[in-house]
């Protein structure tokens, strides 16, 4: 009997977890989705990272639980169906967060580096200075910015690495002109110690 209550209890305490982790997840899905439809004047947005911006692990759990659901239900385990549309409603919550999560947006205001922390943004005003460097499918864009360091109550340079794809270049280069080159004044130097080859 004691087993048996202990047992019990345990899967009470299981269901309940189920339970908090879908509400956690489906909320945490909502602010995200909310957070980026509510940014201001945004003018570009495109999908970053390996994968092409669909998200690795969350990829790989909702393929797991949709893969266990269908042979759970093949052999007739209808006991376990309600868990696993939990477990399945968890890993769809997960996916979409991190798909928008790893998307790149860029508004009037700068650059969002996650939607979900809006003192993650740079500003355009804070930027310094940025370098260009090309590769295959795009540019990446090195931005040096000022943040404050509240430690030393001072500011503090920080460097942001945004890579752009070819089909968004173009127009963010021309972003990049209206916001930032005319605050550059852009001069050529002279650097003695190299050769001129003819």
């Known amino acids: 009997m004691s087993t048996y209550s202990n047992l019990a209890g345990l899967q009470l305490i299981m269901l ?14 909502i602010v995200t989705v909310s957070n980026a439809w509510r940014l201001r004047n945004p003018m570009l947005a495109w999908r970053s990272g390996k994968m092409y911006g669909f998200p690795l692990f ?10 266990t659901s269908v042979i759970l239900m093949e052999s007739e385990q209808r006991s376990i169906i309600p ?20 998307k790149r947006y860029i508004t009037d ?16 005003s804070n930027v310094n200075d940025y370098i260009e460097t090309k590769s295959n499918d795009g540019s990446v864009f090195v931005f040096m910015y000022l943040m404050p360091d509240e430690e030393f109550n001072r500011k503090k340079m920080i460097r942001l690495e945004l890579f752009v794809p070819s089909e968004h270049t173009s127009i963010f280069k021309k972003l990049l002109d209206y916001k930032l080159r005319r605050r550059f004044v852009e001069a ?7 050769a001129t080859s003819s």
């Open 109 to 124: 205001y700068g650059i969002v580096k996650n939607v979900n922390d809006p003192s993650q943004t740079v500003a355009w």
């Open 83 to 102: 868990m696993m549309l939990c477990y399945n409603w968890i890993a769809m919550m997960w996916w979409f967060t991190s798909y928008q999560l790893s």
């Open 16 to 29: 309940v977890m189920l339970a908090f982790a879908t509400v956690a997840f489906t909320l945490m899905a």
């Open 188 to 194: 050529p130097e002279t650097v003695t110690g190299f």
């Open 58 to 67: 969350a990829t790989i759990f909702l393929a797991f639980t949709v893969t």
